[in-house]
């Protein structure tokens, strides 16, 4: 079993950064591909980043790409979403998942595949 709760949202004008923290407890974080993703207002979730178990591979979504990096620290049981130049569109619920693995380099986009979520974080980006 993986606990996830996600943290550092918040509100931001346009042009400014956050970064997301998802903080995991259980034994099994470091056998875990870990993803983000987002929900906005009327809109279905999607995919935004995700990341290895070794944190060596990264996929991002179009839209946050140059943006957008996330990160992992096993040694500490987080992983990382660091937004900058945000964009009022950005504006949503961002989630935290994770999908237990095999190997070290596989990552994973597709949120069905999530054995894990977390309860969510608003980040809210003013015009």
């Known amino acids: 079993q993986v606990q996830l709760v996600e943290s550092g949202g918040g509100l931001v004008q346009a042009g400014g950064s956050l970064r997301l923290s998802c903080a995991a407890s259980g034994r099994t974080f470091s056998n875990c591909a870990m993803g983000w993703f987002r929900q906005a207002p009327g809109k279905e979730r999607e995919f935004v980043a995700a990341i290895s178990r070794s944190g060596g591979s990264a996929v991002y979504a179009d839209f946050v790409k140059g943006r957008f990096t996330i990160s992992r620290d096993n040694a500490k049981n987080t992983v990382y979403l660091q937004m900058n130049s945000l964009k009022p569109e950005d504006t949503a619920v961002y989630y935290c998942?994770?999908?237990?693995?095999?190997?070290?380099?596989?990552?994973?986009?597709?949120?069905?595949?999530?054995?894990?979520w977390g309860q969510g974080t608003q980040v809210t980006v003013s015009s």
């Open positions: 998942a994770a999908k237990g693995v095999r190997y070290y380099e596989t990552v994973y986009k597709n949120q069905h595949e999530s054995d894990y």
